[in-house]
């Protein structure tokens, strides 16, 4: 492998993981601040691919396509959380499981009647449609670069959200202090109803920002959510600095597997989740048992 | 009690009576829902016995019916007493590796684990060529169980297949009720309520949970094994985690603390789905919202209605359920 | 002097830049209580979990009898004799009295975890649930479930599951927290004809209760051990007296 090439395969990579890092880094959210794993977190992301499409193929923009998908997710998140998922708080885990299997029902049933069941694609935005000649024969689309920047720019926001805000205060002492949020005069219910829905707004932009590049079909959500558990686990739970690791390690061990070990690539990142398991069960940057 | 024995025995009379009465769709229908009872049965022994909630549980099951595809020469019957401890065992290797790993972590990490170790045998069987990959593969002639030559039973009858599953069924809510009596099932319980005192008492947590986590996935492997026979036809969705969820939500309608509930469950279920299947295009949409009622109003279980036709219950199988499955991660 | 049945030398615990223990060596005997005092943060509630094995030392060595246990699990540890009764009541609640201590007696049977067979069936689990039930009084209360007992009947029950593990040591976390005089009277009792055959190390705020238990104190002050001796030396002793005892006042 020449240096452009595997240069080509590293950006690939970091491409990749900056996606996972956007959904996962939402799932994350949800489950360190509300307490809730969220299976339906996945259908959001395949809601959202499937909205940038409609919405795409009526204004013919794509910025408007996204503006507006993600609006509408996080309006659905805050449906959601008001109608449902706020009747989980304190249950067990089992039951945040199939409520939300129950909503991966109901959203692809959804999807089936307002979409249909095709395949679609989604064409980016003019001026980031190109690709940028690298050599002779070899190029790079402008558009991935663009998400590479676009979601080093949400990740960015999202850190800065972290630590310099209450909000960001709340997510740092983790789900368990609640004493501190009380003794920062933070309404609970309100936090929880606006974190639901970001962290469904971020599943539904990841959606949206990979529907240019990858197919709009109707079982991707499925896939994004186990990817975005292994980067959960790999990080450790409720750490956005451990999603960004874990989803930058799956983009790595997901792009050069497919290059060095095709055969076996689509179990490698399942092999690397069992090491992190061996070596830290709590994730790499998840809290030590004492 | 009268009542105590009065209800198994009569319902017993009607399985036995039941497919000389129905047509032969029924009975195959039948069979399949009391296939997908012993998938349940069996996952309860790791959710509601043992606190685990597991999302790998379909993985095991489809694991066998691959056994038995993989194993199946051409058009031609396999052996059933050969077959058979092959997929069991196959499912149970997979059950001790995926529990040995996942049993390091605790609640909803095990759930992400469980997933995620799942859908790679899922990917495994989608992926690669090993069975047709996506599109799956037949199993061509139903088992077939004979010695030395001599056929003892004919599975190809829907009858017969029919009774087979009953016994297997029969001799399963045995053999867990004997279980959840003995005292590993009493250590399994005490682990599942309070692990930290349970540990400290002297029992090894880890150990038993393995246990129960590699018995269960042998007796999904059963059910799969013959639901692979039944439909004739194995596919990577028998391995897919909307199966696992789909029994959970069996496990949850009859409730986690029996060893009958999920049985029960299976049947409300699967007739469930049978009637919205027949009656609407959008049959997941309403099941989805079902499941979510369910959740929300009877978290344990449709049991719960039955104190309410027959007066309060006196076992005590229908305690709370709702910590259950949490307690786990209190470490 | 008698054997001694726990001896831990030099123990320490870090957590992360935290010394929560910096160097404790005590031995308890059998035959006699031995009361770790000292006050809040010293280090006490730390040396009860690296002696039961819920957390690992840093450094030192743990003995039990000639055995050196410092590296094995909390389980492993229990099946060794090591008992321990814990400061918040965690019996496990919706189990009567009887299966809550029938669990503690069939993890020291020959074969805890047999598949085959009915809990109830072993003759021998049985008797030693029951006698052990009946040494903690709690005997007229068997079949009521765990949830329902009072506060004291909870600790008697506690002390009722260690006793049917049927220890060589018993670790008592804060036994009288939370209680009545009067009920504190019974549990008094009752610890103190545990020491009969068995060691006895206990952890306790209520410095009379602890004078009239021990007969050997060790006091603990920000994770060392500044003095261990008999309940006179100790209450002599210069470096207790400022350290502790001058607070002992609202203690009791």
């Not at chain 2, 509601?48 to 051409?74: D, E, N």
């Not at chain 2, 344990?300 to 309060?312: D, F, Y």
């Not at chain 3, 479930?145 to 220890?167: F, K, Y």
């Amino acid at each position: 492998m020449d240096l452009v090439t595997f240069g080509v395969q590293l950006l690939n990579a970091i491409q990749y993981g900056m996606v996972l890092f956007l959904v996962a880094s939402g799932l994350t959210l949800v489950f360190g601040i509300l307490g809730v794993i969220n299976l339906a977190h996945g259908a959001f992301y395949m809601l959202g691919a499937y909205l940038a499409y409609w919405i795409a193929a009526y204004t013919g923009n794509f910025w408007i396509a996204m503006a507006a998908g993600v609006a509408i997710a996080f309006v659905v998140g805050l449906l959601l959380e008001s109608v449902f998922i706020r009747r989980l708080y304190g249950r067990d885990h089992l039951a945040q499981v199939l409520l939300s299997f129950g909503l991966i029902l109901v959203i692809d049933e959804f999807r089936e009647i307002a979409f249909g069941k095709d395949v679609h694609s989604v064409a980016p935005p003019a001026w980031l449609a190109g690709s940028i000649q690298l050599t002779d024969n070899l190029s790079y689309p402008v558009y991935r670069l663009a998400i590479c920047v676009f979601c080093l720019v949400v990740a960015a926001l999202i850190f800065l959200v972290i630590t310099r805000t209450k909000i960001g205060m709340i997510v740092r002492a983790g789900a368990e202090n609640r004493e501190m949020t009380r003794v920062l005069g933070i309404k609970f219910d309100v936090v929880n109803r606006y974190v639901f829905a970001v962290g469904i707004a971020l599943a539904a932009l990841g959606g949206i920002v990979i529907a240019p590049i990858s197919t709009v079909f109707p079982g991707m959500g499925d896939g994004m959510l186990i990817l975005s558990f292994v980067v959960v686990v790999l990080g450790g739970i409720g750490s956005v600095a451990g999603a960004a690791v874990g989803a930058l390690l799956i983009g790595l061990t997901d792009t050069f597997g497919k290059v060095f070990f095709p055969s076996v690539s689509s179990i490698l990142i399942y092999v690397l989740m069992a090491a992190v398991l061996l070596w830290r069960p709590n994730g790499i940057l998840g809290r030590r048992e004492v | 009690m009268p009542r105590n024995w009065l209800i198994p025995v009569v319902l017993l009379i009607v399985a036995v009576a039941l497919p000389f009465v129905v047509p032969t769709y029924y009975v195959q229908f039948i069979s399949k829902a009391l296939i997908m009872g012993i998938l349940a049965m069996a996952l309860n022994l790791a959710v509601g016995h043992g606190g685990m909630v597991s999302l790998c549980h379909a993985a095991f099951f489809g694991l066998a019916g691959y056994v038995l595809a993989l194993l199946s020469p051409g058009y031609d019957p396999a052996s059933l007493l050969l077959t058979l401890p092959v997929a069991v065992l196959a499912s149970a290797a997979a059950a001790l590796v995926i529990g040995a790993l996942a049993l390091r972590t605790r609640g909803v990490y095990f759930i992400m684990v469980t997933l995620a170790f799942g859908e790679m045998l899922f990917f495994l069987f989608h992926d690669t060529g090993i069975a047709g990959g996506s599109d799956g593969a037949y199993v061509n002639a139903k088992p077939e169980l004979s010695i030395a030559g001599y056929q003892l039973l004919d599975l190809a009858s829907p009858l017969v297949f029919y009774f087979v599953i009953l016994a297997f069924l029969l001799g399963l809510i045995a053999l867990l009720t004997m279980v959840v009596q003995s005292p590993f099932g009493h250590a399994l319980a005490a682990a599942r309520d309070n692990e930290r005192r349970a540990r400290s008492l002297g029992y090894p947590i880890f150990r038993i949970r393995l246990t129960a986590f590699v018995l269960s996935g042998a007796i999904a492997g059963i059910a799969g094994y013959f639901a692979a026979a039944q439909f004739g036809f194995v596919a990577p969705q028998m391995l897919g985690w909307h199966l696992s969820a789909t029994v959970l939500v069996m496990v949850l309608i009859g409730g986690l603390r029996s060893v009958t509930g999920p049985l029960i469950g299976a049947l409300v279920l699967i007739g469930l789905e049978e009637v919205l299947k027949a009656s609407t295009d959008y049959w997941k949409l309403i099941e989805g919202l079902i499941v979510i009622f369910i959740v929300l109003a009877m978290p344990n279980g449709v049991r719960q209605l039955w104190p309410m036709i027959v007066g309060p219950a006196k076992d005590s199988d229908t305690k709370p359920a709702t910590t259950a499955a949490t307690e786990a991660t209190h470490v | 002097m008698s054997d001694v049945a726990l001896r831990a030398n030099g123990l320490q615990k870090h957590f992360g830049g935290l010394k929560a223990v910096s160097d404790v060596s005590i031995d308890v005997h059998v035959g006699e209580i031995h009361a770790v005092i000292g006050p809040n943060g010293a280090g006490k509630s730390t040396l009860i979990n690296l002696l039961s094995g819920e957390l690992f030392v840093t450094a030192g060595a743990i003995k039990l009898g000639d055995t050196d246990i410092t590296r094995l699990a909390p389980d492993r540890r229990a099946r060794r004799g090591l008992g321990r009764a814990y400061q918040k009541t965690t019996i496990f609640p919706k189990f009567t009295v009887h299966e809550n201590v029938r669990l503690a007696a069939q993890a020291r049977s020959p074969k805890p975890l047999r598949m085959f067979g009915h809990v109830r069936n072993n003759a021998d689990v049985h008797d030693r649930t029951a006698q052990a039930i009946g040494k903690a009084g709690l005997t007229p209360r068997t079949h009521i479930a765990a949830e329902q007992l009072s506060h004291g009947e909870q600790r008697q029950l506690e002390i009722a599951m260690v006793l049917a593990t049927d220890p060589r040591i018993i670790l008592l976390d804060e036994p009288l927290a939370g209680m009545g005089q009067s009920e504190a009277r019974g549990i008094i009792d009752l610890i103190a004809s545990l020491k009969n055959g068995r060691a006895v190390l206990i952890v306790e705020h209520d410095m009379d209760a602890v004078f009239e238990l021990a007969d050997r104190l060790t006091v603990m002050h920000d994770g060392h051990v500044i003095a261990t001796g008999s309940p006179q030396e100790v209450r002599m002793h210069p470096a207790v007296r400022t350290a502790y005892l001058g607070d002992h006042g609202d203690a009791a």
